[in-house]
């Protein structure tokens, strides 16, 4: 069965980078450009994994995975240019298991796909 990845990221050269990389996968991607519009997408259709922004205008990532994980359980991955260890464990409270830190590595990016939706 194609897993379905929701890319969340409020550039669209991102979004469109990632949406090729994981087709290539075999993956189904959604994309979108901003915190509300994730959780709208959340809310109709079945997401197998989240690949989140941290800094977005209106919701941040933080934000907007705490408001998704109130009601699932999807895996997200947090996108993040700040390495300093409070974002990751602010992640942690909201319920992100996993941040990678912009800029990375492609087949770093795909391994943690691979993982978060095995």
């Known amino acids: 069965m ?7 990221d409020d550039q669209k050269g ?3 980078l990632l ?15 901003d915190g509300l ?6 809310q109709e259709q079945k997401i197998d994994l989240i690949i989140m922004d ?3 205008p209106g919701l941040n990532g933080l934000e907007t995975a705490k408001r998704i994980l109130q009601d699932s ?4 991955i ?4 700040d390495a300093k260890t409070e974002v990751r464990e602010a992640a942690k409270e909201v319920g992100i298991e996993r ?3 912009k800029p990375f590595a492609i087949d770093q990016l795909k391994d943690m796909v691979k993982f978060a939706i095995a």
Do not use: N, Y
Request: proline letters at 2%; one cysteine or more; charged letters at 20%.
């Open 14 to 16: 991102i979004r469109s």
């Open 19 to 33: 949406k090729s990389l994981l087709e290539e996968e075999g993956c189904q991607v959604i994309t979108v450009g």
């Open 2 to 8: 194609t897993k379905k990845i929701l890319v969340v």
């Open 78 to 81: 947090l996108m993040t240019a």
């Open 54 to 56: 941290m800094r977005m």
């Open 73 to 76: 359980t999807i895996p997200v």
């Open 37 to 42: 519009s994730a959780i709208h997408a959340t």
């Open 99 to 101: 941040c990678i830190i």
